[in-house]
């Protein structure tokens, strides 16, 4: 079982840039696409981004619109979350997920970690 932990949220200005990482422990990622999700308050939860098991190529959500950036180096580093020109509308708890496959469905989704809350203040 692969237990995931996500680090690098905080409080930052609009405009501001963070990096959030999603660590694995018990396994590496090997064999697993990584995603991003992020869920604001009274809302669903919403794709962010995703990287592919395979061949390491990315899938973002529209809002992203180039702000964001997925990255891995390898099966065995984190996966990394590079958000820069952050917006108010950014703010939610961001989680990252595992799965056979890339999907943007939350529901295709088999381990989860805690969060990782971040706030952007106009």
């Known amino acids: 079982q692969v237990q995931l932990v996500e680090s690098g949220g905080g409080l930052v200005q609009a405009g501001d840039s963070l990096i959030l990482s999603c660590a694995a422990s018990?396994?590496?990622?090997?064999?697993?696409?990584v995603a991003w999700f992020r869920q604001a308050p009274g809302k669903e939860r919403e794709f962010v981004a995703a990287?592919?098991?395979?061949?390491?190529?990315?899938n973002y959500a529209d809002f992203v619109k180039g702000r964001f950036t997925i990255s891995r180096d390898n099966a065995k580093s984190p996966v990394f979350l590079q958000m820069n020109s952050l917006e108010p509308e950014d703010t939610a708890v961001y989680y990252c997920?595992?799965?056979?496959?890339?999907?943007?469905?939350?529901?295709?989704?088999?381990?989860w970690g805690q969060g990782t809350q971040v706030t952007v203040s106009s």
């Open positions: 990287i592919s098991r395979c061949d390491r190529s990315t």
């Open positions: 018990g396994r590496t990622f090997s064999g697993y696409s």
């Open positions: 997920a595992i799965a056979g496959r890339t999907s943007k469905s939350p529901s295709k989704y088999d381990s």
